[in-house]
Every structure is written in C-alpha cells, then in structure tokens.
C-alpha cells in the first residue's frame, strides 16, 4: 500500500500561509493541471482509489483537478491544514514585517503560539495524531491514496516516519509544489521512496 503525499501547487510567496483562505497563483494552477494530467497517464500504476486534501483552497484547488482525472471525489480533512498562523493568515509579508517584526515559525519557541494561532508543539501534536488516525484507516483498507496537503505538515509527517524530532528551528528540505511523494508501508512500517 502507498499513500502519496502532494503538496499544494504554488501559492502566493507576498502573504503569509499557514490557515490564509487564499487559493493558487496562476502557475500554482498549472502546477495541478500537469499532476493531474501525469497521474492519468500512469493511473494503472499508481492506482490511487481515494484523494484526501486539506481543507484550505490553495490545497484542494490542487486536488481537484487530479480527482476530475481520475474520476474520484475528495474527501476535505481539516486536521492536515498548514499551521495555524492566527491573524498572520494571508497577510502580506511587508505588513507583517511592520506590525510584527521578527515574528516567524523559526522564531516561536516551541510551545510559543502565533497570536490566536498555534505553537510548533500544538501543530506537531495535530499533525502526530492526524496521521496516526489517518494510518489505522488506511490500513484497514489497504489501497492506494492520495493526500494533498502543505509542506509544514509533510515536514511533520516524515520526521514521524522516520523516527527523528521534528523542530521549527531546524532548517527542513525544501518540498517542491505538486509533486508526488511516495511513501510505502512494508514489515510494518511507513518508508519513503518508490
């Protein structure tokens, strides 16, 4: 079984993410429709029978264009939104650079929350607890999926997978948009890669 982790197509860099109800830019756009389209393409392969998303548009406007291909709905699961940056969601960057100086995830200790938002130990808890939930279910059904969701919470998710801290202060690889990331579970165990 796989389940093939996407993160959203490219979205505005001049706002702050996290929770912003902002959707894709226009290349973010093309990001989804060419994912769908190479999907399709190897659909036999992948053999993907259900697509999760986050519930934020810039993630399920990247879904949906996959789920038109294949012919599936998609199921919204709030619980792998991006950080809960408070009232930094879609805000642009010179605004929050005037108002709140200094103020980033890097920034935050770790159980420091962003105004009316989260801390790196909530996200990480909600992240922790999404994907074990998620995992059991998954299991149980035993076929391939899809989840479209941000590059925080794949930082999350594989620092669970492969059994290492996660920290908002360690520098993370940088996700690309709209690509696939395999991760198989064998002998008991989720593992990254084809």
Request: charged share 25%; proline share 6%.
């Amino acid at each position: 079984m796989t389940c093939y982790l996407i993160r959203h197509g490219k979205d505005d860099p001049t706002v702050r993410g996290g929770w912003s109800k902002l959707g894709l830019t226009a290349e973010g756009k093309q990001q989804a429709e060419d994912l769908a389209n190479d999907i399709f393409t190897k659909r036999c392969e992948l053999a993907i029978t259900k697509i999760f998303s986050s519930d934020l548009p810039r993630a399920t406007e990247t879904a949906n264009p996959i789920a038109h291909a294949l012919g599936l709905p998609v199921v919204e699961c709030p619980q792998f939104r991006e950080t809960n940056n408070g009232i930094f969601a879609g805000m642009p960057n010179e605004l929050a650079l005037e108002k709140y100086p200094g103020v980033f995830w890097n920034t935050l200790a770790w159980d420091e929350t962003y105004p009316d938002g989260e801390s790196p130990l909530l996200f990480y808890e909600r992240i922790k607890s999404a994907w074990e939930a998620f995992s059991d279910e998954m299991l149980q059904e035993a076929q391939n999926v899809a989840l479209v969701t941000h590059g925080g919470v794949i930082h999350a998710i594989q620092s669970l997978i492969r059994g290492v801290a996660f920290s908002n202060k360690t520098p993370q690889e940088r996700i690309p948009h709209a690509a696939l990331i395999p991760l198989r579970y064998q002998r008991g165990r989720w593992v990254e890669g084809e």
